[in-house]
């Protein structure tokens, strides 16, 4: 059975930070990227952050950019989020998220190219 499981969340005052992981196992994703995508109360899925099978190219949504950081560790079987100068606005819960095959770099940014999905963590930031 395929599991993703994020850890890491929680409260934290504007301008402080969190590190989110997401932990697969039941099948192998070191041959696929990942996701993080987001969603807050009232509001769509939106798309956060995602990394390529090797981590060599990263993607971040224009919100997120300069304060985000993705990284995988695939001996872990990890995938990361470190989040700077949080914003009241990236408040939300947060899931990562993985294709069930390689997806072409135009293809990260959808929630619909992804197969496999964690429960989410909840992100809260104070202003």
């Known amino acids: 059975q395929v599991r993703l499981v994020e850890s890491g969340g929680g409260l934290v005052q504007a301008g402080g930070s969190l590190r989110l992981s997401c932990a697969w196992s039941g099948r192998t994703f070191s041959g696929v990227g990942m996701g993080w995508f987001r969603q807050a109360p009232g509001k769509e899925r939106e798309f956060v952050s995602a990394i390529s099978r090797s981590g060599g190219r990263t993607y971040y949504a224009d919100s997120v950019k300069g304060r985000f950081t993705i990284s995988r560790d695939n001996a872990k079987n990890t995938v990361y989020l470190q989040m700077n100068s949080l914003k009241p606005e990236d408040t939300a819960v947060y899931y990562c998220?993985?294709?069930?095959?390689?997806?072409?770099?135009?293809?990260?940014?959808?929630?619909?190219?992804?197969?496999?999905w964690g429960q989410g963590t909840q992100v809260t930031v104070s202003s």
């Open positions: 998220a993985a294709p069930r095959n390689p997806l072409s770099s135009g293809n990260y940014y959808s929630p619909n190219e992804y197969h496999y």
